[in-house]
């Protein structure tokens, strides 16, 4: 069973930058994972952030930027704002048995 | 605007059967892929199955296969979750999402309906 780890948590203050990642167990991620980034928020519906590595959404802030870090793929926030606080989650596709995997998501205190 | 409305969750006994539904408004629903997602509560997501634009062809996570059925009517820009064999770690709250552009799993999202599996 292919498992997607993130970090349970991460703080960061206001205006800095963090980087939050998402590894597979299968190995390193690729752009052929297809990487997508969501936000949780309690309450509102999920908001598609980041999709296809670095593809961002037609409402997704700029602070917001995509990647691949190492063997990981990686959301990074520069200039966080308050409201950047919530939960962030991970989609790799894998194919087969397990088409697409969530990570078990970042919890993001901003403080 | 785009919006996906669920509806069809509540409560049934473990070995039931529930229809979720979630009704698609705002876009040219036969165009996109739709996706069902879940998230048990205080826990985080799960992908549980998608379907193509023409309803041809579902994939599914593991855990579900041979239980769970994704469908669609594009006549009625409806989506469907036939979900049977219910067990207790089939509760959740169920989201339907709409495939975006290629390879976005999900750019719009519906506020989810909830089921829970209980005796």
């Known amino acids: 069973q292919t498992v997607v780890t993130q970090e349970p948590s991460l703080t960061v203050s206001p205006g800095g930058t963090v980087t939050l990642t998402c590894a597979s167990s299968t190995g390193a991620v690729t752009r052929g994972h297809h990487p997508n980034w969501f936000q949780q928020k309690p309450g509102q519906a999920l908001r598609a952030l980041i999709y296809d590595t670095s593809n961002k959404q037609s409402w997704t802030p700029a602070r917001f930027s995509g990647s691949l870090l190492g063997d990981k793929a990686a959301l990074t926030l520069s200039g966080v704002q308050p409201e950047d606080e919530a939960e962030y989650y991970c989609l790799l596709y894998h194919g087969g048995v397990q088409p697409w995997v969530f990570g078990g998501g970042t919890k993001l205190t901003v403080l | 605007e785009v919006q996906l409305v669920e509806s069809g969750g509540g409560l049934v006994q473990p070995g039931g059967s529930l229809r979720l539904s979630c009704a698609a408004s705002?876009?040219?629903?036969?165009?996109?892929?739709m996706t069902w997602v879940r998230q048990s509560p205080g826990k985080g997501l799960e992908w549980v199955a998608n379907i193509k634009p023409d309803g041809r062809e579902g994939y599914y996570v593991d855990s579900v296969k041979g239980r769970f059925i994704i469908s669609r009517d594009n006549a009625k820009n409806s989506l469907f979750l036939q979900i049977n064999s219910l067990r207790v770690e089939d509760t959740a709250v169920y989201y339907c999402a709409r495939g975006g552009a290629d390879w976005s799993e999900g750019d719009y999202w519906g506020q989810g309906t909830l089921v829970t599996v209980s005796s």
């Open positions: 705002g876009f040219a629903f036969n165009r996109h892929w």
